[in-house]
């Protein structure tokens, strides 16, 4: 069992920052990917960024060139880095890691973006 946990989220105004940061409770290196999606109120899950073991990067076309992610593997962690904020990106923040055949979810954090 894996254990993910999120956090970094918060209420910002547009325009504005956060940075979440995902906790994992076993080495990531070989993972095959991690990513971040998020859900919004009555909308399905989407992903939002993923990064390979290979550290190969894919965005949703809606985030690239706000948001960054990245990954510490030493500390096992994953990052996202959000700048420009707009209130579409309001939803519920989640991350993902694939070990092997299986994929984990975090609980999540909530991120809101004020107009």
């Known amino acids: 069992q894996v254990q993910l946990v999120e956090s970094g989220g918060g209420l910002v105004q547009a325009g504005g920052s956060l940075r979440l940061s995902c906790a994992t409770s076993?080495?990531?290196?070989?993972?095959?990917?991690m990513g971040w999606y998020r859900q919004a109120p009555g909308k399905q899950r989407e992903m939002v960024a993923t990064i390979t073991s290979q550290s190969g990067i894919d965005y949703a076309d809606s985030v690239k060139g706000r948001f960054t992610i990245s990954r510490d593997n030493t500390k096992r962690m994953v990052f996202l880095q959000m700048n420009s904020l707009e209130p579409e990106d309001t939803a519920r923040y989640y991350c993902?890691?694939?070990?092997?055949?299986?994929?984990?979810w975090g609980q999540g954090t909530q991120v809101t973006v004020s107009s």
């Open positions: 076993r080495s990531i290196v070989s993972s095959n990917g």
């Open positions: 993902n890691i694939v070990l092997g055949s299986r994929a984990y």
